[in-house]
């Protein structure tokens, strides 16, 4: 229970420090915007029904590459100051730290969707409040930002962080990415809910292994 | 010096070296002259005896990266990471030769040169993380930093093929899919060719595992001499 | 002979234990022996031995890359020894880290501050992970002893490097640590400054410290310290009680034993 305190703080003092300066976030936000813009132009985007072909894939790819944004600034910011030498001095298990982390990019992801989402309703005329599609977007984002944090402590130490986190983490995402794409499709479809249980379930598995992954081996991760 | 290294015996070397290249002229006989033609697909078929030991070493590769960074995180000595870093290398080339192999294979097999097949693009994607665990042991300087985090990663990827290949498989359900292995009739000379295409292929990649180990060796003894000197 | 005594039960005891006299039988605070650690071939450490009495300040003097850092990181459970053993406030820095964690207090060159929170929160924030009981009281008393009473609620990235430098020691030393590691501490601080990373290791605010230092200043150094230590590519070549030091003739045995090992 020590732990799940100290993780807190750690959520707490993230939370903070972005309050005051709302950096990620906004880029995240932004991004996500800018990606739907993009693809409009891309795709030619239109109001009709046969939005819902690409509709799916261009929330995905926006929630994602937004993510990735998010997740790269995680780390940088502990690093900046040896902040993070000094959360490793603290008497705190790391997977506390791990626990902390991921809880923080979370819930700055699920921020940074909860504003995306209406400007996706709009612009692409879909219903977006549905429990089934929040279920989903919660199932892939818990799943994103469990693996990106691990990733995101892992390219910190590299030569080229920013570049090296989407290297890394888009191939081991790709189940996340395929899964949510065709639930939110089969939602934006209609199609009954029980169409979409072996995706969600799928979600939820690859949420528990690689929570617990996550949660084994960042220490070694983070260790001098 | 015993406890640093994996399989650095000269007599090995060799006796493995002759074995795979035994293995492989046997292959070549067996793949070109001794299997028949397949009845539907005719000369093109035997492709199939390189594409498959291809991804087999690919896959055996990568399992040897998953265990060796769970020993170096265990024992924290060098040589387990030396024989990840050995395996990833070989298993990205043959990765790399299986994806061209089956798409050389696919073109005349499927009339087109790539398919969202879920073994061909499971493939693909093992084939991107192996690359970007390659990319990550480049990006860190520090030695027994790269090798644990690089650790870490081989562990994570590795968890991550069988889920992958089974969202693939469900993704692809919605459209037939078009082409299974197991469709291809084999006749018990066929089997007999696979076999003997797989056995030398597992040989050569051994043969290959200790040549890149001993090289990194050298290149650790090198270094070492290099600060002595300095 | 020289095993340390069992751990203790309070970090108090530990550090007023050998306030009235040192001798063979008092607690050793940090208990260093065979140590050593490589970054792949290069050899960083090549067998530390290094025992610190309770409440004795030793100085490690050395030029750079001589493996100051890394010893500190070593004894501050942040990197691991690739052979050898450590006890530090009784405890062992690879099996019982987190214990050693909660009695050492770490400064060194990088603040380990958020800019983007209070001087206040920044100090809060550690002492949280910590556990200090009666946080707001040790946080003005420390504000107090480092003068930043009055910037208490300034955001850390607004305040100047000396300025950050004081809050950083306010940090190390929220828990009130019976040890502390300082890994050239004394870059960046201004003259006030220095004179308060000083006091707080004299123990101003409360316990009696160990204190364990590097730095390349020789007069700094000496200045602080009961013992000196000088470290030279791996290995300590010298150690001296400071009573016995005579500056310029140290400087001279210093720049010499430096030399002869390049």
């Known amino acids: 229970m020590d732990g799940v305190k100290k993780a807190l703080w750690i959520v707490w003092k993230d939370v903070v420090c972005e309050l005051r300066t709302k950096e990620t976030l906004s880029s995240m936000f932004v991004f996500a915007l800018l990606a739907i813009v993009i693809f409009n132009f891309a795709f030619q985007l239109r109001g009709d029904e046969r939005v819902g072909l690409i509709a799916p894939g261009v929330l995905w790819v926006a929630f994602t590459f937004a993510g990735v944004l998010g997740l790269n600034r995680s780390f940088i910011k502990e690093k900046d100051h040896g902040c993070l030498e000094g959360l490793m001095l603290c008497p705190v298990d790391r997977s506390a730290i791990y626990a902390g982390k991921a809880l923080g990019n979370l819930a700055f992801m699920l921020l940074m969707e909860a504003i995306a989402l209406p400007m996706f309703a709009v612009f692409f005329n879909l219903p977006v409040l549905m429990p089934s599609l929040l279920l989903v977007i919660l199932l892939g984002t818990v799943g994103f930002a469990g693996v990106g944090t691990l990733f995101s402590a892992i390219s910190v130490n590299t030569k080229a962080r920013e570049v090296m986190l989407p290297i890394l983490f888009f191939p081991v995402l790709i189940p996340i990415v395929i899964a949510a794409v065709k639930s939110t499709a089969q939602i934006f479809d209609g199609v009954s809910f029980d169409q979409s249980m072996p995706w969600i379930n799928l979600m939820l598995a690859f949420d528990v292994i690689f929570l617990v992954v996550s949660f084994l081996s960042f220490e070694y991760v983070v260790e001098g | 010096m015993n406890r640093t290294r994996f399989l650095d015996s000269s007599r090995l070397t060799s006796a493995l070296f002759w074995l795979s290249l035994v293995g492989i002229v046997t292959g070549l006989y067996a793949a070109f002259i001794y299997a028949p033609n397949e009845k539907t697909m005719g000369v093109v078929y035997r492709i199939f005896y390189f594409h498959v030991p291809s991804a087999w070493v690919a896959f055996l590769s990568f399992l040897v990266v998953f265990v060796g960074g769970i020993m170096y995180l265990r024992t924290r000595e060098r040589r387990w990471d030396t024989l990840a870093l050995s395996s990833a290398e070989i298993g990205v080339v043959f990765c790399a030769i299986a994806l061209i192999t089956g798409s050389i294979w696919g073109k005349p097999a499927w009339g087109t040169w790539w398919t969202w097949e879920p073994r061909l693009t499971t493939t693909l994607v093992l084939w991107l993380i192996y690359a970007a665990y390659l990319m990550l042991r480049r990006m860190i300087e520090e030695e027994s930093q790269r090798a644990r985090v690089a650790a870490v990663f081989g562990i994570v990827g590795f968890v991550d093929v069988p889920i992958v290949f089974m969202s693939i498989r469900w993704w692809r359900t919605v459209h037939p899919i078009v082409f299974t292995i197991d469709e291809i009739r084999i006749a018990p000379s066929m089997l007999a060719a696979l076999l003997i295409a797989l056995v030398a292929f597992t040989l050569f990649y051994l043969y290959l595992l200790i040549q890149r180990i001993s090289l990194e060796n050298v290149g650790h003894e090198l270094e070492a001499l290099k600060q002595r000197v300095a | ?262």
């Open chain 3, 1 to 262: 002979m020289l095993q340390a005594v069992g751990p203790s039960k309070s970090p108090a005891v530990e550090s007023t234990a050998t306030e009235t006299g040192i001798g063979d039988t008092a607690d050793l605070a940090v208990e260093v022996s065979g140590v050593t650690k490589d970054y792949g071939s290069h050899a960083v450490l090549k067998g530390i031995r290094l025992q610190v009495k309770a409440g004795e300040k030793v100085t490690i003097v050395g030029p750079n890359g001589a493996g100051k850092t890394t010893l500190l990181k070593i004894l501050a459970t942040i990197s691991r020894p690739l052979a050898g053993t450590a006890r530090v406030a009784g405890f062992d820095i690879t099996r019982e880290a987190v214990e050693v964690r909660r009695r050492i207090g770490v400064i060194s060159h990088q603040p380990y501050l958020y800019d983007d929170l209070t001087v206040e929160e920044n100090v809060k924030f550690y002492g949280k992970m910590y556990d200090v009981p009666d946080l707001e009281e040790r946080v003005r008393l420390l504000a107090g002893k480092l003068g930043l009473l009055h910037r208490l609620h300034d955001q850390v990235g607004t305040l100047s490097r000396g300025l950050q430098q004081r809050v950083s020691i306010a940090r190390a030393a929220v828990h009130d640590p019976p040890v502390m590691l300082l890994d050239e501490p004394d870059t960046g601080l201004d003259q006030q400054a220095a004179g308060m990373l000083r006091a707080v290791i004299e123990g101003v605010d409360g316990g009696r410290r160990t204190v364990i230092m590097t730095t390349h200043n020789l007069e700094l150094g000496l200045s602080v310290c009961d013992r000196i230590a000088v470290l030279v590519n791996g290995r300590i070549v010298h150690t001296e009680e400071r009573s016995s030091v005579v500056l310029e003739g140290f400087r001279e045995l210093y720049y010499r034993l430096t030399e002869v090992q390049r």
